[in-house]
């Protein structure tokens, strides 16, 4: 248990039903993050003729990072939540919804610029 951040030590053992919820949320984050790796390795592998190079490049490369970032991230909101309710506090704000929403639509509209080149 020393490997575990101090947060996780503190206070009282919640609920199971809650830490488990609380797994299933960040088991999904994570879903979400292997389909944007997927997303990324099907443009670059069958979007050849479809986009310029460098804009298959860059999209590729920032679904990815994307992805990386929402896996990170979401380890470390399902550590934050666990502690707060070992702590009996406030949950925190989820960041990682506007940040797959904004990657998201920034992904989506350059494809669409992509295309109509």
């Known amino acids: 248990m020393r490997l575990w951040p101090t947060g996780l030590r503190d206070g009282s053992d919640p609920d199971p039903r ?18 944007l790796v ?3 390795a099907a443009l670059e592998a069958f979007g050849g003729d479809l986009l310029p190079p460098w804009l298959r490049t860059t999209l590729v490369l920032g679904l990815l990072a994307l992805a990386a970032v929402l896996a990170v991230g979401s380890f470390v909101r399902w550590v ?5 309710m070992r702590r009996r506090a406030s949950l925190p704000l989820p960041a ?3 940040l797959l929403a904004g990657g998201l ?3 989506v509209v350059a494809f669409a610029v992509g295309l109509y080149l």
């Open 18 to 35: 809650f830490t488990l919820a609380n797994e299933r949320t960040f088991l999904a984050w994570i879903r979400t993050s292997l389909g």
């Open 105 to 107: 639509v920034i992904a």
């Open 38 to 40: 997927a997303t990324a």
């Open 80 to 84: 934050r939540i666990e502690t707060a």
């Open 96 to 98: 990682a919804a506007a």
